[in-house]
């Protein structure tokens, strides 16, 4: 660390020389030529090229399980580094002084001194020069003054945290640094984060891994590659099936957006006598098994129930095959339970999905249901054909009797790269520290479910940008505005709903909890909002 720091030092020291240069009038500097802010560091003793070592086997996190269910801890010794054609200080910017140059013998650090210049400029300059030695390499100088700049403040905070082995703060300062296109400062700390996560540890430990998976990847500029490499090596489907039910059962997450959703549906449709339900991620169908046991049991008798499922490919993976598959499992429940049902599939993204795909019948209530599905969809930021608020005005045009939406609270659609890595931080801290609540540690499975159920998530959100960047999600005051403007307007829950909801969270963790406001309901981790629901007609 010290060969590093020493590095940073003289790089530094350069920004630091022209922070000051800028400041002294230009007549004490004469006869020297304009020398570029952005001076290039070069070292004999350490060279100035840093070569990037781009391979996936080396640091790829979310392949650090072994079939036998051994793990490996996040330690690869993999590195990434930068050759001069991608550093942002290239070589050919750097400059030499004339070989006439006057240097004072009082300025160790080698800057050019004029005769005409100030001497007090020279030694505020010596004086920066020293704190900057000091911060990073101790306290072996004197410091002259004890005013410290803002690198300064940065660096002492990052050196502090790691000193404490605070893990979320390591995190922000290695994202900070790849924001700023700063790689040595970038390249260091993730050496440091290697040391410091686990994918079988606490719950940031676990969650730290994925992230600096991220980060290695975006500093690669292989997000997207990664990212597909991933899903082209997901466990068998059976295996991922398992996983996803893992994750249904010991959260509530999914459970209170489906209830929710199926809570306004049924309050919706309470006297309608054909109900056609359109479900645009039906996934494995398991949203509509209770909501089937609902119409059959309401006085008079069940509607007759037309359900449309859409979906892509990446579900019909983990269900192993096509949505045939759901259409035979709801159909089989419902024949159970004498419910007269039909099932029509449409597999295709939604991207793809038009009126006449739909197959809209005259006489049906129609119900739309968005369930964590519209923010896949990318909006006016991503394309112009903006398929977010396209669908939501085709939906409109069908003159639906209810449309539920429920997605999570949290904000990575636009925004910029480092407030978007400090919201996944926050977001995903509060879902791995409820999973380590209700799945023990020594769960074998527990590293499966995370890696292959939200750690994919997580790289897509800091290492892809554009159309790869597939995983965007808006606050509800976002997903409010969006409805409004496609003529939407609210449809409030019913008591009944949010009674029921409440008794289902009495099986997990005191920390979740419920809250109504605004005409939505919001599942949250202690003072985290997580998964917010509404409906609208």
């Given at each position: 660390?010290?060969?590093?720091?020493?590095?940073?030092?003289?790089?530094?020291?350069?920004?630091?020389?022209?922070?000051?240069?800028?400041?002294?009038?230009?007549?004490?500097?004469?006869?020297?030529?304009?020398?570029?802010?952005?001076?290039?560091?070069?070292?004999?003793?350490?060279?100035?090229?840093?070569?990037?070592?781009?391979?996936?086997?080396?640091?790829?996190?979310?392949?650090?399980?072994?079939?036998?269910?051994?793990?490996?801890?996040?330690?690869?010794?993999?590195?990434?580094?930068?050759?001069?054609?991608?550093?942002?200080?290239?070589?050919?910017?750097?400059?030499?002084?004339?070989?006439?140059?006057?240097?004072?013998?009082?300025?160790?650090?080698?800057?050019?001194?004029?005769?005409?210049?100030?001497?007090?400029?020279?030694?505020?300059?010596?004086?920066?020069?020293?704190?900057?030695?000091?911060?990073?390499?101790?306290?072996?100088?004197?410091?002259?003054?004890?005013?410290?700049?803002?690198?300064?403040?940065?660096?002492?905070?990052?050196?502090?945290?790691?000193?404490?082995?605070?893990?979320?703060?390591?995190?922000?300062?290695?994202?900070?640094?790849?924001?700023?296109?700063?790689?040595?400062?970038?390249?260091?700390?993730?050496?440091?984060?290697?040391?410091?996560?686990?994918?079988?540890?606490?719950?940031?430990?676990?969650?730290?891994?994925?992230?600096?998976?991220?980060?290695?990847?975006?500093?690669?500029?292989?997000?997207?590659?990664?990212?597909?490499?991933?899903?082209?090596?997901?466990?068998?489907?059976?295996?991922?099936?398992?996983?996803?039910h893992i994750l249904y059962e010991v959260c509530p997450y999914f459970k209170?957006?489906?209830?929710?959703?199926?809570?306004?549906?049924?309050?919706?449709?309470?006297?309608?006598?054909?109900?056609?339900?359109?479900?645009?991620?039906?996934?494995?169908?398991?949203?509509?098994?209770?909501?089937?046991?609902?119409?059959?049991?309401?006085?008079?008798?069940?509607?007759?129930?037309?359900?449309?499922?859409?979906?892509?490919?990446?579900?019909?993976?983990?269900?192993?095959?096509?949505?045939?598959?759901?259409?035979?499992?709801?159909?089989?429940?419902?024949?159970?339970?004498?419910?007269?049902?039909?099932?029509?599939?449409?597999?295709?993204?939604?991207?793809?999905?038009?009126?006449?795909?739909?197959?809209?019948?005259?006489?049906?209530?129609?119900?739309?249901?968005?369930?964590?599905?519209?923010?896949?969809?990318?909006?006016?930021?991503?394309?112009?054909?903006?398929?977010?608020?396209?669908?939501?005005?085709?939906?409109?045009?069908?003159?639906?009797?209810?449309?539920?939406?429920?997605?999570?609270?949290?904000?990575?659609?636009?925004?910029?790269?480092?407030?978007?890595?400090?919201?996944?931080?926050?977001?995903?801290?509060?879902?791995?520290?409820?999973?380590?609540?209700?799945?023990?540690?020594?769960?074998?499975?527990?590293?499966?479910?995370?890696?292959?159920?939200?750690?994919?998530?997580?790289?897509?959100?800091?290492?892809?940008?554009?159309?790869?960047?597939?995983?965007?999600?808006?606050?509800?005051?976002?997903?409010?505005?969006?409805?409004?403007?496609?003529?939407?307007?609210?449809?409030?829950?019913?008591?009944?709903?949010?009674?029921?909801?409440?008794?289902?969270?009495?099986?997990?963790?005191?920390?979740?909890?419920?809250?109504?406001?605004?005409?939505?309901?919001?599942?949250?981790?202690?003072?985290?909002?997580?998964?917010?629901?509404?409906?609208?007609?």
């Amino acid at each position: 660390m010290q060969a590093y720091l020493r590095h940073r030092s003289s790089v530094m020291a350069s920004r630091v020389y022209h922070q000051v240069k800028q400041e002294v009038k230009p007549h004490c500097f004469p006869q020297f030529p304009t020398i570029d802010d952005s001076l290039c560091y070069t070292d004999s003793n350490h060279g100035s090229n840093f070569s990037v070592k781009n391979s996936r086997e080396h640091y790829c996190t979310l392949e650090s399980s072994s079939a036998n269910g051994s793990y490996t801890v996040y330690n690869s010794s993999s590195t990434v580094s930068f050759s001069p054609n991608v550093s942002p200080m290239p070589q050919q910017e750097s400059q030499s002084y004339p070989s006439d140059m006057h240097h004072s013998p009082d300025n160790t650090y080698g800057s050019p001194i004029s005769g005409s210049c100030i001497i007090d400029d020279v030694s505020d300059l010596r004086d920066k020069l020293r704190e900057l030695e000091t911060v990073m390499l101790g306290p072996d100088s004197d410091i002259v003054d004890s005013t410290t700049s803002p690198e300064m403040a940065s660096w002492r905070l990052v050196m502090d945290a790691i000193s404490k082995g605070d893990l979320k703060q390591v995190l922000l300062s290695c994202a900070k640094a790849v924001s700023d296109n700063d790689l040595l400062m970038a390249q260091w700390l993730m050496d440091e984060l290697r040391k410091m996560v686990s994918v079988s540890g606490e719950p940031i430990q676990r969650l730290g891994a994925y992230m600096l998976e991220g980060l290695v990847a975006r500093l690669a500029s292989s997000g997207s590659s990664i990212y597909k490499a991933l899903r082209c090596k997901e466990p068998a489907s059976a295996d991922l099936l398992s996983y996803m039910h893992i994750l249904y059962e010991v959260c509530p997450y999914f459970k209170f957006g489906y209830m929710s959703a199926n809570g306004a549906i049924a309050e919706a449709m309470k006297d309608e006598d054909r109900v056609h339900i359109i479900d645009f991620q039906i996934a494995q169908g398991s949203q509509w098994d209770t909501l089937i046991q609902a119409f059959a049991a309401r006085p008079g008798g069940p509607p007759h129930i037309r359900i449309t499922g859409i979906d892509d490919s990446t579900s019909a993976y983990a269900r192993g095959g096509g949505l045939n598959i759901v259409g035979k499992k709801l159909s089989k429940l419902a024949e159970h339970f004498k419910v007269p049902f039909e099932f029509q599939a449409a597999a295709m993204s939604g991207c793809e999905v038009q009126q006449e795909h739909l197959q809209i019948q005259p006489g049906e209530a129609l119900a739309v249901n968005f369930a964590f599905m519209l923010h896949h969809m990318p909006d006016e930021s991503v394309s112009t054909e903006n398929h977010r608020d396209r669908l939501l005005r085709l939906v409109k045009s069908l003159s639906p009797k209810v449309v539920t939406l429920v997605e999570q609270e949290s904000n990575t659609n636009t925004a910029p790269f480092f407030p978007r890595f400090r919201e996944t931080l926050n977001y995903y801290t509060a879902m791995f520290e409820s999973i380590d609540m209700t799945l023990p540690r020594e769960h074998k499975k527990r590293i499966n479910v995370e890696q292959h159920c939200l750690a994919r998530d997580v790289v897509n959100i800091i290492a892809c940008e554009g159309p790869e960047r597939v995983e965007r999600h808006e606050l509800l005051g976002k997903w409010r505005s969006r409805l409004r403007m496609a003529g939407f307007t609210p449809y409030p829950l019913s008591s009944l709903v949010n009674a029921t909801i409440k008794t289902l969270l009495e099986n997990y963790c005191d920390k979740y909890r419920l809250e109504e406001r605004d005409e939505a309901l919001y599942l949250g981790w202690m003072n985290r909002d997580l998964v917010a629901a509404c409906a609208w007609k």
